[in-house]
């Protein structure tokens, strides 16, 4: 499934990456965490699944940022994937959004 991670680095370097998205469990990799939870947002018309650490926060280095239509911010580095089907399984990100979008 196709994603975006857009990860931040202990100097506030943030960099965008394309990757595809085999299991739940690369999640963990790609956001560099133990615990990550997903909030859901609305950006151009699509609703979106943004995964986050969990205990983003609470590490030194991290920035918050204000992401899409959540009303709060997120910290460390994140996945961006498409929203969720009719049985709750993850999709990929729409064609029609790229890493300019992000």
């Known amino acids: 499934m196709r994603a975006i991670v857009c990860k931040i680095d202990n100097r506030g370097f943030e960099t ?23 909030v859901r947002i609305e950006y151009q018309g699509h609703e979106l699944s943004v995964y986050c650490d969990d205990e983003g926060m609470l590490k030194s280095g991290n920035l918050g940022r204000i992401i899409g239509s959540y009303p709060n ?7 961006i994937t498409g929203g969720v089907d009719e049985e709750g399984d993850t ?9 300019l979008d992000i």
């Open 91 to 99: 999709l990929g990100l729409p064609d029609e959004l790229t890493m």
């Open 73 to 79: 911010p997120i910290f460390g580095s994140i996945v």
């Open 16 to 38: 965008l990456q394309e990757v595809n998205i085999k299991s739940y469990k690369d999640y963990y990799e790609l956001i560099d965490c133990s615990y990550f939870d997903v």
